[in-house]
């Protein structure tokens, strides 16, 4: 049960990275960027690699919270909370 509540976050933030990605250096070269051609060493294929993993971590935060704050079934209905009945 663990596992399908991780995927349930990961599998949309990895689509979500990807889009990103594609997007992103749709527009951008990573050989302009200065601070990550010094901090990477100025390969393309790292900057494309950091850039994926930093996006896919901020999506996967955003969908963890989306799960977090998405209401149980229990709690729409108002089960245990002493419903009035017509």
Request: aromatic share 12%.
């Amino acid at each position: 049960m663990l596992a399908h509540r991780v995927l349930r976050i990961i599998w949309p933030a990895f689509l979500a990275a990807c889009m990103l990605e594609l997007l992103v250096f749709a527009f951008v070269d990573p050989m302009e960027l200065q601070w990550a051609n010094d901090a990477l060493g100025g390969s393309r294929q790292a900057v494309y690699a950091a850039a994926f993993f930093a996006f896919w971590v901020v999506s996967a935060g955003a969908c963890f919270l989306a799960t977090l704050l998405h209401p149980k079934p229990d709690e729409v209905n108002g089960a245990g909370e002493g419903r009035l009945t017509a």
